[in-house]
Nanobody
Framework: VQLQESGPGLVKPSQTLSLTCTVS??????????WSWIRQPPGKGLEWIGY???????TYKPSLKSRASISRDTSKNQFTLQLGSVTPEDTAVYYC???????????????????WGQGTQVTVSS
């Protein structure tokens, strides 16, 4: 399974960040796979943002729930993160990741997920 993030690298404060993860090697509707967005701010650890499951269900980190939305396009085998009202504190490397049967809501390192994208830097700045 391979994942690839895409989207703008620079977003202005108060705007909406939008990233897409394109998946190959597996369908995002495959039973019991969970597709997550995770970020790592500079100098900090990994932060799980949310997931969309194989059936289309979504769950978010409570502190980001009001601003985050994850959706999918099964025809393109993609899932997308939208994060609204961004501030410079949202500057981070954003990853899409996947696990089978399990979602780790407090990932410590790459071993907590089976598959990762290479990550994409997003900077929030005017």
């Amino acid at each position: 399974v391979q994942l690839q993030e895409s989207g703008p690298g620079l977003v202005k404060p108060s705007q909406t960040l939008s990233l897409t993860c394109t998946v190959s090697g597996a369908s995002i509707t495959t039973d019991y796979y969970y597709w997550s967005w995770i970020r790592q701010p500079p100098g900090k650890g990994l932060e799980w943002i949310g997931y969309i499951g194989y059936s289309g269900d979504t769950t978010y980190k409570p502190s980001l729930k009001s601003r985050a939305s994850i959706s999918r396009d099964t025809s393109k085998n993609q899932f997308t993160l939208q994060l609204g009202s961004v501030t410079p504190e949202d500057t981070a490397v954003y990853y899409c990741a996947a696990n089978y049967q399990l979602v780790v809501v407090a990932p410590r390192d790459s071993s907590d997920y089976d598959y990762w994208g290479q990550g994409t830097q997003v900077t929030v700045s005017s």
